[in-house]
């Protein structure tokens, strides 16, 4: 069974950054791709951003492209968003996410991170 162990967030003020970091137990065929997501209170989940270990591709949703970036580090199985310029909307429960599908919606992604919380001030 695959795990995600998350780390990163915590508290900071509009315009600054902060590094979510998702550590995979292991590397497998069906968890090539990895996305975050996030999730504020009485909202839904909404997808955040998606890359692929293999081909190192990326896709941003709009209300965080140009101001948070995916990257990997293969050595250690770690996917890293950075968050710079953040928003008082960025406020929410951060989720890494594995699986086979290059998908934005939550429900096809087998494996789940526990998630972390990004709260920033404004």
């Known amino acids: 069974q695959l795990q995600l162990v998350q780390s990163g967030g915590g508290l900071v003020q509009a315009g600054g950054s902060l590094r979510l970091s998702c550590a995979a137990s292991?590397?497998?065929?069906?968890?090539?791709?990895i996305s975050w997501f996030r999730q504020a209170p009485g909202k839904e989940r909404e997808f955040v951003a998606v890359?692929?270990?293999?081909?190192?591709?990326?896709y941003y949703a709009d209300s965080v492209k140009d101001r948070f970036t995916i990257s990997r580090d293969n050595a250690k199985n770690t996917v890293y968003l950075q968050m710079n310029s953040l928003k008082p909307e960025d406020t929410a429960v951060y989720y890494c996410?594995?699986?086979?599908?290059?998908?934005?919606?939550?429900?096809?992604?087998?494996?789940w991170g526990q998630g972390t919380h990004v709260t920033v001030s404004s």
């Open positions: 996410a594995a699986g086979l599908s290059w998908s934005t919606a939550p429900n096809v992604y087998n494996f």
């Open positions: 890359g692929s270990w293999s081909t190192g591709n990326t």
């Open positions: 292991r590397r497998t065929f069906n968890s090539d791709i």
